[in-house]
């Protein structure tokens, strides 16, 4: 049944989202109620990072970008207006599809790795613009939202609400992943990533699908990037915007699986935790969980490149093979 | 401008290092097709070799320059042998996502053995200036511009001139012809890694009496030398040195009329132009 459900519109892996949730409430404190609220939250940026990058196979290094874009345009609205971050959401994935607009018209017909060090270069740019322009941004110093808790300020004093937005912002991003990979965006997508020139020669039109996803990716993940602010309460360039934070978003994207609706969430449920937990466990050595999460990636892409959900799949078919042997005894 | 000049000139002498980190990643990029982002990670293991070197047995980075050569060589063997040549094959994303790790890798094994801590190298020379006309150079920037490009140019001679290298070009052109022409491919590879990291990390040992050793010194690197290598046009050994050159000019100007924040916008800023205007690089063949 298992195997049947598996092949059949993901349902375990349904199930598994869905429920989810039910995690944080059995968390004995804070701290791990912390580690569910980032676990989901990179559950939803990996999956909206892979919307283009996973589908179309063009990595993109700087989606950090796109998350500053999202953190920072609420955060100033908030902070120097005192708009809602609710509004300030939609009006960060407003310049973040203007952004993605710019910089996918320039970029996106770049192949393989011209393509790679662009999105780098932009996000580089983006980070340098936000810590020159100090009169805008505050620049190095980053900005602190107020706390003033209450749902229209998007801020709150327990954890639970936290991790109950985080799991809809993932939800929501599976859903639009798994229904635009049954829509002809989405199989000119894969066809693209798979063989640009074949998928233009059966009349895709290659640059505008990139192009729709590749805004659509940037501006899921500026959502994250509000959420993102709305819970840290403290955002600063080099933080935000980092390179790390870019390799974060591929790291858990390949560790799942790339190019599946929930590989990405399936990455983020194995790595998210062993990262936060590392990091807590071993904060005397400093380095070193960073390091550990360099050599899981190192040996899963060497050992298993594909991914760990396709392996996940193939243990459950085996389970079930083997249950149906020893009945058939 | 005099002042002008003064600019442009230090722009070319610090470019000379930057042409040398480049031609290591255009050499691996040309003939094996890998893009190496933990390229400056490389860098940085020579800086700190040449800081131990110097703070232990008393060798200025100069004296050691060869022990380093070795030593860097050795490293990029094995890690050509032990990572790299299982990616030959993989998919080119694979390959960028597996060196990226290994960047992380490096970066925060360098902070776990040897902290966050800048570590600087005071040799007498350090802090001498060279006189030409009425310009004004620091010394070190000068033999490490001369050491820079000399080797460049020996790789480039290397290349055009042996027959190992004729067999490298003619990998670089079209792998599976050359193994039918008898080439060993896997042992050419292993070569190119080799010189280029070893080329890497003499950019590194020119630099450590200028500049710090920290883990992150590498990254830095890594982005300029892609970009560098993109402007000369990827796989070219003189566009590199060009290209190298070219930021380095870039980065002074900037320093100087805008501020040093601005110095790394700027040459992302060259970077988009060109690959917007002229994608195959300013020097690359069309």
């Known amino acids: 049944m298992i195997n049947k459900l598996l092949s059949k519109n993901n349902s375990v ?10 995690v944080p409430f059995f968390l004995p404190n804070r701290y791990f109620q912390d580690i569910a609220v980032m676990t989901f939250l990179w559950a939803g940026l990996a999956c909206s990072w892979n919307l283009y990058s996973g589908y179309c196979n063009r990595l993109s290094i700087g989606h950090a970008a796109y998350l500053g874009i999202g953190a920072y345009s609420s955060t100033l609205l908030y902070v120097n207006f005192g708009i809602s971050p609710w509004i300030g959401m939609i009006a960060g994935g407003a310049i973040s599809a203007v952004a993605a607009l ?21 996000a580089e740019i983006l980070k340098v613009m936000t810590i020159t322009s100090k009169d805008i941004t505050k620049g190095a110093l980053g900005v602190f939202i107020p706390y003033e808790p209450g749902f229209s300020n998007m801020i709150w004093a327990s954890k639970i609400p936290y991790a109950f937005l985080t799991w809809i912002y993932m939800i929501i991003v599976l859903l639009i992943c798994v229904k635009m990979e049954r829509s002809k965006l989405g199989y000119s997508l894969i066809a693209v ?24 990716s940037a501006v ?59 990091r807590g466990y071993l904060s005397s050595v400093s380095g070193l969980h960073t390091f550990v999460l360099g050599l899981i990636l190192i040996a899963i892409l060497l050992f298993r490149p594909d991914g760990i959900l396709p392996q996940l799949k193939l243990f459950f078919n085996g389970l079930i093979k083997k249950s149906k042997a020893t009945k058939g005894v | 401008m005099e002042q002008i000049l003064q600019v442009f000139i ?45 703070n232990i047995i008393g060798l200025d980075p100069y004296q050691s320059l060869l022990i ?105 052109q079209n792998g ?17 890694f080799t010189i280029g990291i070893s080329l890497v990390g003499l950019a590194g040992l020119l630099l450590s009496p200028i500049y710090p050793a920290f883990p992150l010194v590498g990254s830095n690197f890594s ?43 700027a040459y992302f800023l060259l970077f988009i132009l060109v690959l917007i205007f002229k994608p195959n690089g300013l020097f690359g063949r069309s």
């Open chain 1, 193 to 216: 990533g798979e063989n640009q020139e074949a998928a233009e020669n059966l009349g895709v039109n290659s640059s505008r699908t990139m192009l729709i996803a590749f805004v659509m």
């Open chain 2, 176 to 192: 599976k012809a050359a193994q039918l022409m008898g080439i060993n491919l896997k042992r050419t590879y292993g070569l190119a």
């Open chain 1, 220 to 278: 899921l993940t500026s959502f994250g990037g509000t959420i993102y602010a709305q819970y840290i309460m403290f955002i600063e360039p080099t933080s935000v915007m980092s390179l790390m934070n870019s390799i974060n978003f591929i790291l858990l994207a390949i560790t799942g699986g790339m190019g599946t609706a929930f590989g990405p969430m399936v990455g983020s449920f194995i790595l998210t935790p062993i990262s936060n937990l590392l």
């Open chain 2, 223 to 265: 982005t300029l030398a892609f970009i560098v290598v993109v402007i000369g046009g990827l796989t070219s050994i003189p566009g590199a040195i060009m290209g190298g050159l070219l930021i380095g000019v870039v980065e002074s100007f900037a320093g100087y009329f805008a501020g040093p924040a601005y110095q790394q916008a």
């Open chain 1, 13 to 22: 892996l349904w199930i598994i989202a869905l429920a989810s949730i039910i």
């Open chain 1, 102 to 122: 710019i910089i996918g018209g320039t970029t996106l017909r770049l192949r393989g790795t011209f393509f790679v060090l662009s999105t780098i270069a932009f």
């Open chain 2, 10 to 54: 230090s722009g070319i002498f610090s470019g000379g290092v930057y042409a040398l980190v480049s031609v290591g990643l255009a050499l691996i990029f040309g003939i094996i097709g890998l893009v190496n982002f933990a390229h400056g990670e490389y860098l940085m293991l020579a800086m700190y070799f040449a800081y131990w070197m110097y």
């Open chain 2, 68 to 172: 380093n050569l070795a030593v860097m060589a050795i490293i990029g063997y094995l890690t050509y042998k032990i990572i790299m040549e299982r990616v030959l094959e993989a998919d080119h994303s694979i390959q960028i996502i597996l060196t990226l790790a290994l960047s992380m890798v490096l970066q925060n094994l360098a902070l776990m053995l040897w902290k966050a801590d800048y570590r600087n190298i005071r040799i007498d020379m350090t802090t001498d200036t060279t006189h030409i006309g009425f310009l004004t150079l620091s010394t070190p920037r000068v033999v490490a511009f001369v050491i820079a490009i000399g080797a460049s140019v020996l790789l480039y001679m290397f290349l055009q001139k042996t027959y190992t290298g004729a067999a490298m070009r003619a990998v670089a």
